[in-house]
Structure formats: structure tokens, C-alpha cells
């Protein structure tokens, strides 16, 4: 069951991206014929797509924080007021109270804060898939990567090789969280630096 719902949203999600990004890849490639800024130009393009989506994820994830702002000093007093059941009874009168206030708080607001994050994992899964079955991509260089299908190995440690790719990528992930976490909650901070050194861990071993 749960494998034939994966199949079902691969097919209604994924299969509709790769088309688009191969199709995107392949006009580029006929124009330029240079895989690596074919690469950037689909990156460029599908970020464009994109844009008025995380323009609304964002909207969705201030009125959240908003809202939680708004409960957290209430809250936390009903959290050290009171125990067990009573605890549960008077947080749920509340925040069922809050759903009609401006701020229309309700304890599924969290989701929200996450929707940037879920909205870009299609568009990565699909970009991931694509590129790494590219075989135009096999033994294209690009400076000192000498192939680009494969990690970039740009140095060793001993017998260990070191990607600088996936380590730039998440210093460049780290400092643009740090900027973009401003003024923000602490769990949004957290989330970003997580889903840095998530993909840092994903990404490691992937192609260049």
C-alpha cells in the first residue's frame, strides 16, 4: 500500500519535474553545448519557477511565527501552572480561544514553518535523478574537477579523498541560514543548520 502511494506521487510529482528539467537541460545543451552552464541555466530557470512559490511558503511561515509569538508567553504560563490532564484541558481551551483571534493560532501552525523545506525536496529529488544519470555529464571537466558524473576528490587526506564541493555548498547553506535566521525563532535556526549538515551528509559522495 504505502509503496504503491509512493509510486502514485513519484508519478504525479517527480515524473512531471524530470521532464520539465530535461527539457530544460536539452534546449540549453543545443544552444550552448556546454554541459556545466547548461547546469546553471537550469538551476537559474528553475528558481525562477519557483520563486512565487517560496514567496507564498515564506508569507505562510511569518504568519506562523506571528501566531506563535503571539501564544508563547500564555503558553509557557499554563506549562508551569499546571500538570498532566489539566495542563492538556487548558492548552487546548486556549488555543482553541486563539483560533479566532487575528492570529488564528492553532498548534498544526508549526507545519508551516516547514513548508519551504517540504516544497523543495520534490524539486530536488528530481534535479538529483536527473543529474545523476546525465552520461553527457561523464568525464566533462570543469577546472580542476576532472569529471564532473563523479565527486570532485579534489584532494587527500592519507588514503581518505575530500570533497570540497559538499563542503562548500554547506558553508555557503550555513552563512546564508545565518543571515536568513535573523530575528527569527530558535527551532527555525535549528532547522536550517540542521538541513545544512543533512545535506552535507547526502550530498558528500554525489556526482560534482
Known sequence: ML???LNLLFQLIIEPLLLLFEFIFNVSYNLISIPWICIVILSIIVNLLVL????????LQAEANKAENAV???????????????????LQTYYGHMKNSPYR????NGLKSSISLILQIPFFIAA???LSGLSILQGCSLGPIKDLSLPDNLFHIGL????ILPVLMTA????????????KGKRDKIQLYVTAGVFLILLYNSPS
Open 3 to 5: 509503496e504503491d502511494i
Open 52 to 59: 512565487p512559490l517560496y514567496r507564498k511558503a515564506d508569507e
Open 72 to 90: 508563547k508567553d500564555m503558553s509557557l504560563h499554563i506549562k508551569q501552572s499546571f500538570k498532566g490532564d489539566e495542563k492538556v484541558m487548558m
Open 105 to 108: 493560532y492553532s498548534p498544526l
Open 128 to 130: 538529483y535523478k536527473m
Open 160 to 163: 581518505f579523498p575530500v570533497n
Open 172 to 183: 555557503i547553506n550555513i552563512i546564508s541560514s545565518f543571515v536568513f535566521s535573523k530575528g
